[in-house]
């Protein structure tokens, strides 16, 4: 009897000590909380979780500042001028991924909220009249333009931009949601969303940066934009869709610089609401335009939606293309380094390449302009990175 005891026993407790080693909970680490602000001097890496960012905050030259996937950083426009800068030398690395972003975000989603994230790396640049180096427009007034077209400002990937566009200090100009100055073609920039800014989507100026699949949704401005001698050239999967106010899908120039260089860019997606109106209600309603010496070769591209535009008894007639001044027309167009292949083109007024102004007329060499009604535009995937509020913005 003792010994059927003890064997019941015995098999009892190995049967309570297997169910209570199996069933213990995985314990689970919370988000990491905090407030990120000043100028960052030493490598920082900030865990999975929740942070705001409050200020102009700064990467130092040499410091390379890491935000895990998933992670969300708020702003509150209440606290002033607030952005992410990221100094020459310094690396921010943003290592989200599809179904967990990294995004930075505005407490009261209103567009114009704060600066962005604003680059700075030491490629060359091509300033107006030929210089080497300028001044950043973005109230830092950081000199930019470098000698290091390899250059490596650090990864940002399945990353989120909402609401910013504001201005900073005494800028003369708004922010956009990323402003890349002077980056180099070490840096990688892929999986990336400017949503509902106050000015462009994205802004280079100067630099070899490439931009890999990029979503520009529902920023006033242009959602693609870039000047000071940009030769990114490899591009591709580029998806803007304007809505309520925006200007150009992309808006091309070179500093009045003629050059041998220029940006390449495949698979091109621009769309414009049908309820969408430019920023100044006047002629900024073309899907592409070209000025002072922009140029470059842009491939299997979809434009949908540029039609006209009637404000107080005036009519401005949308293009798929507008070529904005005789010198861009003479230097880029006629001489072939402006190139736009396998172009479909719906909803939109003027369907070939027009003068935007009065006094030239603008004729593609031939094979320089080319139309298609196979053309797929962007490719891009769906997931948590391109969803806002529920709104899949790649659709």
């Given at each position: 009897m003792k010994t059927k005891f003890f064997a019941l026993a015995l098999a009892t407790g190995l049967f309570f000590n297997s169910c209570?080693?199996?069933?213990?909970?995985?314990?689970?680490?919370?988000?990491?909380?905090?407030?990120?602000?000043?100028?960052i001097t030493a490598n920082k890496t900030f865990a999975y979780g929740?942070?705001?960012?409050?200020?102009?905050?700064?990467?130092?030259?040499?410091?390379?500042?890491?935000?895990?996937?998933?992670?969300?950083?708020?702003?509150?426009?209440?606290?002033?001028?607030?952005?992410?800068?990221?100094?020459?030398?310094?690396?921010?690395?943003?290592?989200?991924?599809?179904?967990?972003?990294?995004?930075?975000?505005?407490?009261?989603?209103?567009p114009g909220s704060w600066g962005g994230i604003i680059v700075y790396g030491n490629a060359p640049a091509l300033?107006?009249?030929?210089?080497?180096?300028?001044?950043?427009?973005?109230g830092n007034k950081i000199t930019y333009g470098g000698t290091n077209p390899t250059d490596n400002s650090g990864s940002l990937v399945y990353t989120r931009v909402e609401y910013a566009g504001s201005k900073l200090a005494d800028g003369n100009k708004e922010n956009n949601g990323f402003t890349f100055y002077s980056v180099g073609s070490g840096t990688k920039l892929d999986h990336l969303v400017s949503y509902k800014g106050a000015?462009?989507?994205?802004?280079?100026?100067?630099?070899?940066?490439?931009?890999?699949?990029?979503?520009?949704?529902?920023?006033?401005?242009?959602?693609?934009?870039?000047?000071?001698?940009?030769?990114?050239?490899?591009?591709?999967?580029?998806?803007?869709?304007?809505?309520?106010?925006?200007?150009y899908g992309m808006e091309i120039?070179?500093?009045?610089?003629?050059?041998?260089?220029?940006?390449?860019?495949?698979?091109?997606?621009?769309?414009?609401?049908?309820?969408?109106?430019?920023?100044?209600?006047?002629?900024?309603?073309?899907?592409?335009q070209f000025k002072r010496e922009g140029n470059g070769?842009?491939?299997?591209?979809?434009?949908?939606?540029?039609?006209?535009?009637?404000?107080?008894?005036?009519?401005?007639?949308?293009?798929?293309?507008?070529?904005?001044?005789?010198?861009?027309?003479?230097?880029?167009?006629?001489?072939?380094?402006?190139?736009?292949?396998?172009?479909?083109?719906?909803?939109?007024t003027n369907v070939t390449p027009i003068a935007g102004v009065p006094g030239f007329t603008v004729t593609f060499p031939a094979g320089n302009f080319t139309t298609s009604a196979t053309a797929t535009g962007a490719s891009l995937t769906a997931g948590a990175w391109a969803t806002v509020d529920g709104v899949d913005l790649t659709k």
């Open positions: 209570s080693s199996s069933d213990d909970p995985t314990p689970v680490t919370p988000p990491a909380t905090g407030e990120i602000t000043g100028t929740n942070y705001t960012l409050k200020g102009i905050v700064k990467i130092n030259d040499g410091v390379t500042v890491t935000f895990d996937a998933g992670s969300t950083i708020t702003i509150d426009k209440a606290t002033g001028d607030n952005a992410l800068v990221v100094l020459k030398g310094g690396k921010l690395i943003t290592n989200g991924t599809a179904d967990k972003p990294v995004v930075f975000t505005e407490k009261s989603k209103v300033i107006a009249g030929g210089l080497t180096t300028g001044t950043s427009e973005d000015d462009d989507g994205y802004e280079f100026f100067g630099g070899t940066v490439s931009l890999t699949n990029a979503i520009s949704y529902g920023n006033t401005d242009d959602s693609f934009d870039w000047q000071d001698g940009w030769q990114g050239t490899a591009n591709t999967n580029w998806y803007a869709y304007q809505t309520g106010k925006g200007n120039e070179a500093s009045a610089n003629d050059n041998a260089f220029g940006p390449k860019v495949s698979n091109i997606t621009l769309k414009r609401a049908a309820t969408n109106v430019p920023e100044g209600n006047d002629n900024q309603v073309d899907a592409i070769e842009y491939s299997n591209i979809i434009i949908d939606g540029y039609g006209n535009f009637t404000f107080n008894g005036t009519t401005y007639y949308g293009s798929a293309v507008s070529i904005l001044d005789a010198a861009t027309n003479t230097h880029q167009v006629n001489t072939g380094k402006i190139k736009l292949l396998n172009v479909k083109i719906s909803n939109t």
